[in-house]
């Protein structure tokens, strides 16, 4: 999504296209060369021995995307005219970046653009910069916390288009396992330096990105920082709009992308609505008869329901559908459900197995989601219907709840446990939801929410109509020992039939 | 008539020195080598090299070992052994801890005190790999390599290797599963080396290579770092390089390899030898080729050490490629290799002339 968002990928576009932007975007991303080049200075000390280097090397990093960008720029029959780029403020970055270097003297070659030359000098910095922190020596001179302020700055008076469009950094996974914290907390004093020429727009994992600098100030969360957490704002789809909202997304998304490559197909040609019995989900699992065809899991609606705001998620579902539908370019008849159901039930299983393979938890994740995925699916088939109105419709209870009564519930949890806890969230494992109010008295309640795609591999519903509702101590339980937690829930759980000794969860 | 014709790797391959057998009376000279490498390790042949150019006569004026921070009773056990077999080698021995972040800055200090004590120029360096951890090979690869060195490496190869035909045929889904111990349990830690951290300044596509080994999720924890969606769909971005064996009756080890990491035959996968370090080589270079102006090419060499050595050699050749490493949370010391077989040795000779040969490739030269 920041990719997309950064100019450069636009800028092959009319001028009416580009104008209707409402910012100018850079894009770095932290996964890659940020990661690679400073993700080994791991402690406080080593972080404020490099503190200078790291904000050199995070500065030419941004100079040099913008500068390929100006680059871009240039080489387009408008740059004057519309962009307000021409050779005077060409020469007039260029030398600010080159005097920020020290290399104002460096010789010019001839036939080659003084940009892709001022950008060949950044990045021969950065290479040496990284080589010296290698070394364990320091840089006699870096560029300073406020270089890409007087940058954004320089652009926003000089050239026209900058002075209208917010100039906005879009630095991509600016997460613990990607920058150190320590590293991250150094940054902070580039990022959150107030100017009026530009933002920075970051993305991270839940809690993976340090609030404090290296002076342990703080950001105005409501005035200097908005947070957006997708995977909460998507599973926020109780309400129809909202549904509707991310059908939309989905369809879009598909469309954009069939066009694109000359389909002849569409989303609504090629996949379809989903068409349940009584428009329920939950209710076509929860009633599917032995020996039928399974194939409750298909369609538009359904797909849209399995996102929890991860669009490489709809994608692979996409994929994975057209592949085993064997759609091609020519094709405009709908894949069937069966197959549809297959294709994201195998996505969801993928998905699941590879929880294992993360680092750190990926076992003790997975045993998690094992065992509270076969809850929610036994709840669904055997559990007690719920009242709705006149009608009964089946429990669907992704979610867990519990009661924060003596503070925040992590202080409860040991160090394991907190650890395991966080990664569940971090990994956007389980979705963290703004807390709630309790029924039991004037307590805010913690409610995590499995992320829907890892939903299908246990055959239950996509929607949340109740929740497991216990006390902290059940979420140490569960932590420590899944499948006893989870069980514990089953026993006590209302069921249609009576089972007064009926087997436990894990022998249905 | 002249033509302009681009150096290729096969081209100076037949530069490179083979591997072949060692004789440790080749080691022995008239005045001492100038420095002796080799890792504490919790198999017996840590010792065999030590112990045979101990009795060989072999001297140096200088030894270390290498230290690992797993396994570290397992290790201790050799200690006494490698201890008294290096200080006959030389009385100068100490040790250098492998596993921490500064440890090239202090190996190539150490390496700036050999080059300025060395009466002859360039020095000389044997270093023993036989135990040595790939990302151990990799990171002192890179240091030699910035050296005007001689260098020589030998290797002590196993007597058995684990698992054992009878063993994975006993219990194939043993091998298969993550949970139980194998040669080595768990995954403590997956990060980009520091030594090779590429260069991705631009958002370009993921390409994986990866050298599987028996134990399936240390390789499967890299690819979820790297990215997660290409463990459910590798959309062609990960290639597989299998080891094939170099005796004979080692050859059923491939098909295992395969069945355990489930490397189907639809997914990319290449043959590389386990043994023949210039066969790492041409298959690395030939990716490279295929891929580098398209991908961010990331690896990691879990394979043979032999692997890992045409791997760091391919690393120096092309600084744009990543390497990460993925650490075990302990290797099992009981199931492990066992004896030794064969001993081994590559004499690359001066590095400078290594280096201009690797540097050569995909030059330009005008030929009559």
């Known amino acids: ?508 | 008539m002249a033509k302009i014709i681009r150096r290729l790797l096969p081209d100076i391959l037949g530069d490179l020195s083979s591997i072949a057998p060692q004789d440790a009376r080749t080691l022995v000279s008239d005045s001492p080598e100038d420095l002796f490498l080799c890792a504490l390790g919790f198999e017996p042949r840590c010792l065999t090299h030590p112990r045979r150019l101990k009795n060989a006569g072999y001297k140096a004026r200088r030894a270390a070992y290498f230290k690992y921070a797993t396994n570290l009773d397992n290790n201790m056990v050799n200690l006494p052994g490698l201890e008294s077999y290096l200080r006959a080698i030389t009385p100068n021995v100490e040790p250098l801890d492998a596993d921490t972040t500064d440890f090239t800055s202090r190996l190539r200090a150490f390496l700036d005190l050999i080059m300025s004590e060395a009466s002859e120029k360039p020095p000389r360096i044997t270093l023993d790999v036989s135990v040595t951890a790939n990302r151990l090979l990799l990171r002192c690869m890179k240091v030699l390599l910035e050296y005007d060195i001689r260098l020589r490496i030998i290797y002590s190869e196993a007597a058995l290797y684990r698992p054992t035909k009878k063993e994975y045929e006993h219990e194939p889904e043993k091998w298969e599963r993550d949970d139980l111990l194998g040669l080595e349990r768990g995954v403590s830690e997956v990060m980009p080396s520091i030594d090779h951290p590429g260069y991705a300044l631009d958002p370009l596509p993921d390409f994986l290579v990866l050298f599987p080994s028996f134990k399936p999720e240390r390789s499967k924890a890299v690819i979820s770092f790297v990215d997660p969606s290409l463990l459910a769909n590798s959309g062609g971005k990960v290639a597989w390089l299998l080891g094939v064996p170099h005796l004979k009756e080692d050859s059923w080890r491939l098909d295992a390899m395969k069945k355990i990491n489930g490397i189907s035959e639809a997914m990319l996968q290449y043959e590389v030898s386990t043994f023949d370090y210039k066969d790492t080589l041409q298959v690395l270079e030939r990716i490279h080729a295929e891929k580098s102006e398209s991908h961010t090419i990331t690896m990691s060499p879990l394979g043979s050490k032999m692997q890992a050595l045409g791997t760091a050699l391919f690393c120096y050749m092309h600084p744009d490629v990543r390497v990460i490493f993925s650490m075990p949370k302990e290797y099992n010391a009981a199931q492990y290799s066992e004896g030794c077989k064969d001993v081994w040795e590559i004499d690359f000779g001066s590095l400078d002339d290594l280096r201009r040969s690797l540097d050569d490739v995909g030059t330009l030269r005008i030929e009559e």
């Not at chain 1, 996964?31 to 972080?47: C, F």
């Open chain 1, 1 to 508: 999504m920041f990719r997309w968002l950064s100019l450069k990928a636009h800028l092959h576009k009319s001028e009416v296209e580009i104008d209707s932007f409402r910012i100018a975007g850079f894009y770095i991303s932290c996964s890659s060369d940020l990661q690679n080049r400073l993700g080994w200075i791991r402690t406080e000390a080593l972080a404020k021995r490099f503190r200078r280097e790291i904000v050199h090397y995070f500065n030419l990093l941004l100079a040099r995307e913008v500068v390929q960008t100006l680059s871009i720029i240039a080489a387009r029959a408008d740059r004057e005219i519309f962009w307000g780029f021409g050779l005077a403020q060409e020469e007039d970055v260029c030398r600010f970046i080159l005097d920020s270097l020290g290399t104002t003297s460096r010789p010019r070659i001839q036939g080659v653009s003084r940009l892709v030359q001022v950008a060949e000098a950044i990045e021969g910095e950065m290479f040496s910069t990284h080589g010296q922190m290698l070394r364990g020596l320091n840089l006699t001179s870096c560029t300073s916390e406020a270089f890409l302020g007087d940058l954004s700055s320089l652009l926003a008076r000089q050239v026209l288009y900058f002075g209208k469009k917010r100039i906005t950094f879009l630095v991509d996974d600016f997460s613990s396992h990607r920058l150190p914290l320590d590293v991250q907390a150094i940054l902070n004093n580039v990022i959150w330096e107030r100017r009026p020429s530009h933002i920075f727009k970051l993305s991270s994992e839940k809690y993976g990105s340090k609030l404090t600098d290296t002076l342990g100030a703080t950001v105005d969360v409501s005035r200097e920082m908005v947070e957006i957490d997708c995977g909460r704002e998507f599973i926020a789809l109780d309400d129809s709009d909202q549904v509707e909202r991310a059908r939309a997304f989905a369809v879009e998304l598909l469309d954009n992308r069939l066009k694109a490559a000359g389909y002849r197909g569409t989303a609504d040609t090629l996949i379809g609505p989903s068409r349940w019995p009584h428009s329920s989900l939950g209710r076509a699992l929860a009633e599917k008869q032995d020996g039928r065809a399974l194939d409750q899991f298909h369609g538009l609606d359904c797909i849209a329901q399995v996102c929890s705001g991860d669009v490489s998620t709809l994608l692979l579902v996409y994929r994975r559908i057209f592949e085993r539908g064997a759609v091609t370019k020519e094709s405009t008849s709908c894949v069937s459900m069966a197959i549809q159901h297959d294709a994201i039930v195998s996505v969801s299983r993928e998905l699941f197995e590879a929880i294992k393979h993360h680092v750190p938890c990926g076992p003790e994740m997975y045993s998690v989601v094992a065992a509270f995925g076969t809850l929610v699916r036994n709840i669904l088939q055997h559990g007690r219907w719920l009242k709705k109105g006149n009608t009964t419709t089946p429990s669907q209870c992704p979610r867990i709840e519990l009661d924060q009564k003596d503070g925040a519930i992590v202080e409860a949890l040991t160090e394991g446990q907190q650890q395991l806890a966080r990664e569940l969230i971090r990994r956007a494992i389980f979705i963290e939801m703004e807390p709630g109010l309790s029924r039991h008295g004037n307590v805010t309640t913690l409610r995590w929410h499995l992320r829907r795609v890892y939903l299908p591999a246990f055959s239950a519903a996509l929607s949340k109509n109740d929740a497991v509702k216990r006390p902290v101590d059940w979420l140490k339980y569960l932590l420590t020992d899944p499948r006893g937690a989870c069980d514990m829930v089953w026993k006590c759980w209302p069921k249609k039939a009576s089972e007064s000794e009926g087997p436990t969860l894990f022998d249905l």
